[in-house]
């Protein structure tokens, strides 16, 4: 299983200043993690215009999703908004 994120969701979980986040560092090993450049700032941008939402964090992962990827996801309402806006047939996981 190809694990990708971007760096903006693992700000949102990363909260380790002292090497206590032993089992995440091992996870995030294993994902491969993908910058966000000006482009794919634009798409989020027009996507987030599209479903009419504003969270630029979820709008990169919909579009870093390929078809057939699952989404696992703790926002599964705004992140089906989303996929539904983008046209991508990705399966969600709400966790």
Known sequence: MEL???PLVVSQVWRDYRGRQVNLARLLKAVDI????????????????????????DAAVVLLSRSGDRIATSD?????????AAGRRVTLVPM
């Open 4 to 6: 990708r994120t971007h």
């Open 34 to 57: 993908i910058s966000i450049d000006d482009s794919m700032g634009r798409a989020c941008g027009a996507l987030l215009g599209k479903a009419g939402m504003s969270d630029p964090i």
């Open 76 to 84: 599964p309402n705004d992140i089906e908004r989303l996929i539904e």
